[in-house]
């Protein structure tokens, strides 16, 4: 990096950066140079929780899902195939290289090019037509791929703390088209880092982390302890007690293994604590509001399915929280008639298809961002509009 690179000029200047900035460049070269840029942490979000397993337990209790695999092989071969085990990838494991080597991404508002490269580091990305010798490192993808992957970064902030940038693009669909991160479109540019992504403060990254991750640590820009993915003890929370016990034939106590006795109410609101409750929204709880779309426990728990069936309607009742999610109507129409069959005649049932067609009718697919669709777990009768009339 010579003295006129734009990695010098309008980031937030400290003299922390000076130092940070030229050495290890001079060491190691030009992917380091972001690392040590300080970012400011712009962007502020309310902090809402993290799952308990992540906020209450320490470390050293969790085991990890392998370990359960002796004794529960079914729940672990069906867990290993769904997306729960498919949140949280390091790039440097090799796993986005055929996706991304050598790929190509032009910016439709911004007008520039990203591309990118794979390497034993992992990933990185350049801009060639702002800065021609500087690659920006991308550490970690988020999301199984099946609507989306995005990536992120972790950088040193003006404080000093870790703040993530997330990078302006993400993989789209099974085959993974390059396009806008969801949210940053129309973002302007206020720092130079902000060419590869939004920052985003350490609050909000370790929301990020606690909700793909069964648990980690942080300790300045690295991770350890990491057990990434929606683990067994995401769930069951921390298992080594459970694991000794059993290993040891102390029957009777499987303390700490939650979910197995969750009332329905409490197991929408724990699977809520990352699919989201109506107390951690950010926009109004409204019939017509799109954004809810996204938030299952927030549609299940506005729906007269749950609220007048005294506690018999949760997400098992549905999903089996093992498996990877069916995508046979069928599957969820058996559901639906166990409590809306035309008998006995005490259940309500459907005057307009008593049989079939329910999930296309009152749980249709929505675009919740230019291609990408989800399930509206808002269950109810809809307008003519076809999705979002009143709840009568
Ligand atoms: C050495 C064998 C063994 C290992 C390893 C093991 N379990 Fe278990 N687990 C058992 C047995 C046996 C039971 C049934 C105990 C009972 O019903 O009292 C059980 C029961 C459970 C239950 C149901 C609890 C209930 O209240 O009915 C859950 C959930 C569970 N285990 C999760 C896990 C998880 C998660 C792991 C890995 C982190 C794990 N187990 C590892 C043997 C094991
Ligand atoms: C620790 C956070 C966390 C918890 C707790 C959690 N989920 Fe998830 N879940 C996720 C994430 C993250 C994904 C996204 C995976 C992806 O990118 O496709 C997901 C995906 C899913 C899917 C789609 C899975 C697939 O195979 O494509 C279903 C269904 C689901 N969750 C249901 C549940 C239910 C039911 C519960 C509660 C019993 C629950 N989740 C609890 C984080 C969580
Ligand atoms: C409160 C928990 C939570 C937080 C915080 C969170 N996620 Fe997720 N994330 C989920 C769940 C649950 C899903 C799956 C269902 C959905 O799409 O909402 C998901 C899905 C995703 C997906 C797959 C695409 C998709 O929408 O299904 C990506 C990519 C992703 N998250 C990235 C991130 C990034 C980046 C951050 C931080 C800026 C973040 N997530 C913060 C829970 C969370
Ligand atoms: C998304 C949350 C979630 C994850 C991840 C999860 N479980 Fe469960 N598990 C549950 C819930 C909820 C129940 C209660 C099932 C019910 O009510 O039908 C349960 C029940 C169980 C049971 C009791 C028997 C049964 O199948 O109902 C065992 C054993 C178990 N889980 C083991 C595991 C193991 C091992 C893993 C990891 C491979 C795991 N679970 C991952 C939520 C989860
Ligand atoms: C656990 C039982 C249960 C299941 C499963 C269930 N429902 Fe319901 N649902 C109810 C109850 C109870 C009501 C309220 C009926 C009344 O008005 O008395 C209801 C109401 C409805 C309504 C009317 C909503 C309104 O706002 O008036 C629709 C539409 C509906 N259900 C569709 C479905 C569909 C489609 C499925 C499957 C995807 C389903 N339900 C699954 C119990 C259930
Ligand atoms: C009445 C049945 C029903 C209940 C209850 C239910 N779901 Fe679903 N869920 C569905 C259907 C139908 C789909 C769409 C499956 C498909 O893509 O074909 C779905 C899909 C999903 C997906 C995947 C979204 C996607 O498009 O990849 C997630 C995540 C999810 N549900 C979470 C939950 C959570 C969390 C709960 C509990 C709060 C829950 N669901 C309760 C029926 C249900
Ligand atoms: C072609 C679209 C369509 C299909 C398919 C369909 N429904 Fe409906 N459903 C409606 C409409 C429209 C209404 C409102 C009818 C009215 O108010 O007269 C309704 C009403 C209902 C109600 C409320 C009944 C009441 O009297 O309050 C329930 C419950 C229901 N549907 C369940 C189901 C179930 C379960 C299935 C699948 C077996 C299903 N629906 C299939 C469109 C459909």
């Known amino acids: 990096m ?9 980031v937030f200047p400290t003299r922390k950066l000076v130092v940070g900035c030229l050495l290890p460049v001079l060491l190691l070269g030009s992917v380091v140079v972001w690392l040590s840029l300080h970012v400011q942490p712009a962007v ?5 929780r ?13 085991v990890g899902s392998q370990a359960c695999a002796s004794c529960h092989a079914s729940q672990v071969n069906q867990h290993a195939r769904s997306g729960h085990a498919r949140t949280f990838y390091r790039t440097d494991d090799g796993r986005f290289d055929s996706q991304v080597d050598g790929r190509q991404f032009k910016d439709p508002e911004r007008g520039v090019t990203f591309h990118y490269h794979a390497g034993p580091g992992g990933l990185s ?8 010798d500087d690659a920006f490192p991308l550490h970690f993808g988020l999301g199984s791929g099946h609507h989306a992957i995005s990536f992120m970064t972790l950088v040193p902030g003006t404080d000093g703390r870790a703040v993530g940038i997330e990078h302006r693009v993400s993989l789209f669909g099974e085959d993974h088209e390059p396009g806008l991160t969801p949210s940053h479109r129309g973002q302007a540019v206020t720092q130079e880092v902000e060419h590869f992504g939004r920052v985003r403060s350490p609050e909000l990254l370790d929301r990020c982390l606690g909700c793909h991750t069964t648990t980690y640590r942080r300790e300045g820009l690295k991770l350890t302890e990491l057990q990434p993915h929606v683990g067994c003890e995401s769930c069951h929370g921390p298992a080594r007690r459970h694991v000794e016990q059993m290993q040891h034939g102390t029957i009777g106590d499987t303390l700490g293994l939650t979910a197995i006795s969750w009332t329905a109410t409490e197991q929408i609101r724990r699977c809520g604590e990352c699919h989201r409750r109506p107390d951690m929204l950010e926009s109004p709880l409204e019939p017509d509001n799109l954004k809810l779309v996204r938030y299952a426990p927030v549609g299940i728990l506005q729906t007269a399915c749950y609220r007048k069936s005294e506690g018999r309607l949760s997400c098992t009742t549905c999903h089996d929280p093992h498996r990877p999610v069916s995508r046979d109507a069928q599957h969820y129409e058996t559901r639906c008639l166990s409590c ?6 005490q259940q309500v049932s459907c005057k307009v298809s008593s049989q079939k067609g329910c999930i296309a009718c009152h749980m249709p697919q929505v675009e919740v961002h230019p291609g990408m669709s989800m399930s509206d777990h808002w269950i109810r009768v809809r307008g003519a509009d076809g999705l979002m ?3 009568r």
């Open 50 to 62: 993290l799952p308990a397993s992540t906020r209450e337990a320490r470390h050293e209790d969790y």
């Open 44 to 48: 502020r979000m309310p902090v809402s």
């Open 340 to 345: 809306h069959s035309a008998e006995p005649a």
């Open 2 to 10: 010579n003295s006129k690179s734009p990695l010098q000029r309008n």
């Open 389 to 391: 009339s009143k709840e």
């Open 125 to 132: 990305v350049t801009l060639p037509e702002r800065f021609p």
